[in-house]
């Protein structure tokens, strides 16, 4: 099995494959299993919970809303258990390596959370409010600091596109308008800042983590190592496209959804949960790639560190019979 090992304290480095042995073989193989069937079924809960926020938040859905909603979380909440049970994931990529899964759902709960307090009724959201009116004085903050984000200029990366390409083919009211220029401005928000924060871990955590070795065949399931003579170069590449397509999904999602709302005659993306789901998906794809290109460029600078480590370590000899 393809792996890295990171060039610092070697000698308690630990696997990411969570399937390996240590102490007792039997005992800390179901240990393990048990451990690891348990986090699947608790993650599968939370991401099934993040998907019906909006219905949560919303609470006035229609009775189909409500069960194409259940349906797809519950698709979701499967795939997750499917996922994160398994010894080695099909899709999900970094599995052994928080926080990078972990701050993708939670800007996602976070995205829908708020852009669903500023856009559900606010005479609904009296009914979630403790004796101090909790809730709706997080919907007025939510309002608030979504226009503020708007009036500094971070939506100006395009959320006016947004409008006018995804939202241009049925007018909207004025308040309506407003409302999703908030949301696009907060979105925006949290997908710059779950940028910063996985920036930080990478540069100050040191992640993946020291004295730790990464599995290649775990962490990313759907890339072989094996393929081509230079894993650093194909882990370049990859960057890249993420970067090209991270940038440039912002300004592509807008004219495509609207053209295919537009010829279905579909207005899914002009009430209030489709609106949440529209913007949310503009600015979590990118922020998801975004991510990814970071992750791989810390894995080739990883690789290249290790390779430098052991050319520097050979003698003359072994230099010239490898070159």
């Given at each position: 099995?393809?792996?890295?090992?990171w060039?610092?304290?070697?000698?308690?480095?630990?696997?990411w494959?969570?399937?390996?042995a240590?102490?007792?073989?039997?005992?800390?193989?179901?240990?393990?299993?048990l451990?690891?069937l348990?986090?699947?079924?608790?993650?599968?809960?939370l991401?099934?919970?993040?998907?019906?926020?909006?219905?949560l938040?919303?609470?006035d859905?229609?009775?189909?809303?409500?069960?194409?909603?259940?349906l797809?979380?519950?698709i979701?909440?499967?795939?997750?258990?499917?996922?994160?049970?398994?010894?080695?994931p099909?899709?999900?990529e970094?599995r052994?390596?928080?926080?990078?899964?972990?701050?993708?759902?939670?800007?996602?709960?976070?995205?829908l959370?708020?852009?669903?307090l500023?856009?559900?009724?606010?005479?609904?959201?009296?009914?979630?409010?403790?004796?101090?009116?909790?809730?709706?004085?997080?919907?007025?903050?939510?309002?608030?600091?979504?226009?503020?984000?708007?009036?500094?200029?971070l939506s100006?990366?395009s959320?006016d596109?947004?409008?006018?390409?995804?939202?241009?083919?049925?007018?909207?009211?004025?308040?309506?308008?407003?409302h999703?220029?908030?949301?696009?401005?907060?979105a925006?928000?949290?997908?710059l800042?779950?940028?910063?924060?996985?920036?930080?871990f990478?540069?100050?955590?040191?992640?993946?983590?020291?004295?730790?070795?990464?599995?290649?065949w775990?962490?990313?399931?759907?890339f072989?190592?094996?393929?081509?003579s230079?894993?650093?170069?194909?882990?370049?590449?990859?960057?890249?496209r993420?970067?090209?397509?991270g940038?440039?999904?912002?300004?592509i999602?807008?004219?495509?959804?609207?053209a295919?709302?537009?010829?279905?005659?579909?207005?899914?993306?002009?009430?209030g949960?489709?609106?949440?789901?529209?913007v949310?998906?503009?600015?979590?794809?990118?922020?998801?790639?975004?991510?990814?290109?970071?992750a791989?460029?810390?894995?080739?600078?990883?690789?290249?560190?290790?390779?430098?480590?052991?050319?520097?370590?050979?003698?003359?000899d072994?230099r010239l019979?490898?070159?």
């Amino acid at each position: 099995m393809w792996q890295l090992r990171w060039p610092y304290r070697q000698n308690e480095a630990k696997l990411w494959n969570k399937g390996q042995a240590r102490t007792d073989p039997i005992q800390n193989e179901e240990e393990q299993v048990l451990s690891q069937l348990f986090g699947a079924v608790l993650r599968a809960v939370l991401v099934f919970f993040v998907i019906a926020t909006p219905s949560l938040v919303f609470g006035d859905t229609s009775r189909g809303d409500v069960e194409g909603v259940m349906l797809f979380g519950l698709i979701a909440a499967l795939f997750v258990v499917f996922e994160y049970s398994a010894r080695h994931p099909a899709i999900i990529e970094f599995r052994d390596a928080p926080p990078y899964n972990r701050l993708r759902i939670l800007a996602l709960f976070s995205m829908l959370f708020l852009l669903s307090l500023v856009s559900a009724d606010p005479v609904h959201l009296q009914q979630f409010n403790g004796p101090e009116g909790a809730v709706s004085t997080m919907a007025n903050r939510a309002h608030h600091w979504g226009g503020v984000m708007f009036d500094i200029g971070l939506s100006h990366l395009s959320p006016d596109y947004l409008l006018q390409r995804l939202f241009g083919a049925a007018p909207l009211s004025v308040q309506a308008m407003d409302h999703v220029r908030i949301m696009a401005a907060l979105a925006l928000t949290i997908a710059l800042g779950t940028l910063f924060i996985f920036a930080l871990f990478i540069r100050f955590s040191k992640w993946p983590g020291r004295g730790m070795s990464i599995n290649m065949w775990v962490n990313l399931p759907m890339f072989d190592p094996t393929v081509g003579s230079d894993v650093t170069h194909r882990l370049k590449c990859d960057a890249r496209r993420n970067i090209i397509w991270g940038l440039g999904l912002p300004l592509i999602l807008p004219p495509v959804l609207g053209a295919v709302f537009s010829q279905t005659g579909s207005t899914l993306a002009y009430d209030g949960q489709g609106a949440v789901w529209v913007v949310t998906l503009w600015a979590f794809l990118p922020m998801c790639l975004l991510i990814r290109a970071m992750a791989l460029l810390r894995l080739r600078y990883m690789i290249r560190s290790y390779q430098k480590r052991i050319i520097a370590a050979l003698t003359p000899d072994e230099r010239l019979a490898l070159s």
